[in-house]
């Protein structure tokens, strides 16, 4: 029986794995064709509509790929990747910046920490205008913390923030793409790597969402 659910989770996840992953081609097309409109403000607002359809679809391919994800841990310099993700953002213009050492290694699976991060800066950007990403050491453990100065999370919704397809609008603006899959994704990676997603709020406002690494998996060579 076990053996039967298993399986018939995974064809479900690959059915809507490749759904997901089938329509970007009419979506490519609806982004063409919408070029050629000439209301300036007509193929803006559609523009818009497409891009946010886009980020949904990078949503749940990324959560249903989080299920089959087969990456193995490896010795990696955690502050080299945290920079590079910030560097990436501050690229393209965004208010992201970044206080830590310069080096520091850890057995982790890289290319998770790096869409979990990713995720975290993202939710900074779309709600406190801003990420402030921190990286440091403990007594227990690695802390890579990303902060913000938007509105924050009410305290009653932050058990239940982390669930799938979970939307914060009673807190954050209505008018941010995305299905809620964010923080469920970071979670679903946190929970694989033996760590912790916690998330709190600051004072006066914004929230802290900090990726918390056991001091076990640090890696002094």
Request: net charge negative.
């Amino acid at each position: 029986m076990q053996l039967r659910v298993t399986g018939l989770i995974d064809s479900r996840t690959r059915a809507l794995a490749a759904m997901s992953h089938d329509l970007r081609t009419p979506l490519s097309r609806l982004r063409l064709r919408s070029e050629q409109i000439d209301d300036d403000m007509l193929q803006a607002a559609i523009s818009k509509d497409i891009h946010e359809m886009e980020r949904m679809l990078d949503s749940v391919l990324a959560y249903l790929a989080g299920v089959a994800d087969d990456e193995e841990p490896r010795p990696i310099d955690l502050a080299a990747l945290a920079m590079t993700v910030v560097d990436d953002a501050a690229d393209l213009g965004q208010p992201v910046d970044y206080a830590g050492p310069d080096s520091l290694h850890a057995r982790l699976r890289s290319l998770r920490i790096k869409r979990a991060l990713g995720n975290l800066i993202d939710n900074a950007l779309n709600y406190g205008e801003g990420a402030h990403v921190r990286l440091g050491t403990s007594d227990v453990g690695i802390h890579l913390i990303v902060e913000d100065d938007g509105p924050g999370i009410p305290a009653e919704e932050l058990p239940t923030a982390v669930e799938p397809f979970r939307r914060l609008d009673s807190a954050r603006p209505r008018n941010t793409a995305g299905m809620g899959l964010g923080l469920s994704i970071v979670t679903d990676i946190m929970q694989r790597e033996g760590g912790e997603l916690r998330l709190r709020n600051r004072q006066p406002h914004g929230l802290t969402a900090e990726l918390f690494f056991p001091l076990v998996q640090q890696n002094p060579s």
